[in-house]
């Protein structure tokens, strides 16, 4: 096992070193991606974890500061690249998937672009610092600021079966109802890694900011700590679970403005026809009442009260 260099971060064998990779600058900031590089004692996959690609997903960035936390390099076989919080645009305002200053969603614009807006520069530092490095990739997600997300995961599928069963063994590594199939491409979310550099890739959603909930930060972190012994990274028999691949999911929208009143919480099943919730305008009158398509299960809710015409209400993930 040798010392881990990046940037000005080295860690020598058994040791954990934490700091900051620059990565662009506004008027007055500069832009740091945070990055834990954890060292084991001996020899072994280098695995890497991010949290907060979308910033205000909280939950994941706190299974994420967990893992470092937990992680001791003189226990582990391989490498742990971990970066808690990669989107630190949206996470200091707070914005609904979009940065602050260039207006982009981080995870559409990978590999990045060093020459670019923010996030380019952003996805362009990690992917090249950090992502490169890997041998296996978690992206850690879940309920951006209008949305509660139950715990689900999603695994990359390219053309290459060892690395697509890999990705599905990471995804069954989570304590998962249902994963769903992703065609990986050469741009635009973390898991392009797996159509560019043929690493298994999985994206975990649980979540949503307001609270952030103790039972998805578990699903979160066990989730990785389950995947880093997979990789016999750290001591210990991963558990498997045997969830449903999903075949996909719908998601339905407002037709006018008004009021969403929700009659469904997350996770609960439902049967084709059964009412999710409906839309009123601001003298209570229901506009629009929102029925499953297919039978399901809840997935995605929208968590805000008011709603503007097209916007996603819920989301119903078929199960079979
Ligand atoms: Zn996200």
């Given amino acids: 096992m040798s010392t881990v260099t990046i940037a000005h971060l080295s860690a020598a064998p058994g040791e954990k070193a934490k700091g900051f990779l620059d990565a662009g600058t506004t008027s007055v900031n500069t832009y740091r991606v945070p990055l834990a590089v954890i060292n084991g004692a001996e020899k072994g996959k280098t695995v890497g974890i991010i949290g907060g690609t979308h910033g205000t997903e909280f939950a994941s960035i706190e299974a994420v500061i967990r893992a470092i936390k937990a992680l001791d390099p003189k226990k582990m076989r391989g490498t742990?690249?971990?970066?808690?919080?990669?989107?630190?645009?949206?996470?200091?305002?707070?914005?609904?998937?979009?940065?602050p200053f260039d207006q982009m969603n981080l995870n559409r614009v990978f590999p990045g672009d060093p020459g670019g807006t923010l996030s380019q520069r952003i996805a362009h530092t990690v992917y090249d610092s950090v992502i490169k490095r890997c041998d296996a990739l978690m992206d850690c997600h879940g309920g951006d600021v209008n949305e509660d997300i139950h715990n689900y995961v999603i695994a990359g599928k390219g053309d290459d079966e060892e690395v697509n069963k890999m990705a599905l063994d990471m995804a069954r590594c989570f304590p998962t109802r249902f994963i769903t199939l992703f065609p990986v491409s050469p741009t635009g979310m973390t898991m392009c890694a797996q159509s560019r550099l043929g690493i298994p890739c999985i994206t975990s959603e649980s979540g949503t900011p307001f609270p952030v909930r103790e039972g998805e930060i578990v699903f979160h972190h066990e989730g990785i700590m389950n995947v880093l012994r997979y990789f016999g990274v750290i001591e210990g028999k991963p558990k498997l679970v045997e969830p449903v691949i999903s075949s996909g999911s719908t998601r339905l929208?407002?037709?006018?403005?008004?009021?969403?009143?929700?009659?469904?919480?997350?996770?609960?099943?439902?049967?084709?026809?059964?009412?999710?919730g409906v839309v009123t305008d601001l003298f209570g009158d229901v506009r629009q009442t929102v029925k499953a398509p297919r039978d399901g299960v809840v997935g995605m809710m929208r968590c805000f009260y008011s709603v503007n015409c097209g916007e996603l209400l819920v989301s119903i993930t078929t199960l079979e």
């Fill in 80 to 99: 742990v690249l971990a970066v808690p919080v990669l989107n630190g645009p949206q996470f200091e305002h707070k914005t609904m998937f979009l940065s």
């Fill in 253 to 276: 929208r407002a037709v006018e403005g008004g009021i969403w009143r929700p009659a469904v919480t997350t996770d609960q099943t439902v049967k084709a026809g059964d009412v999710l």
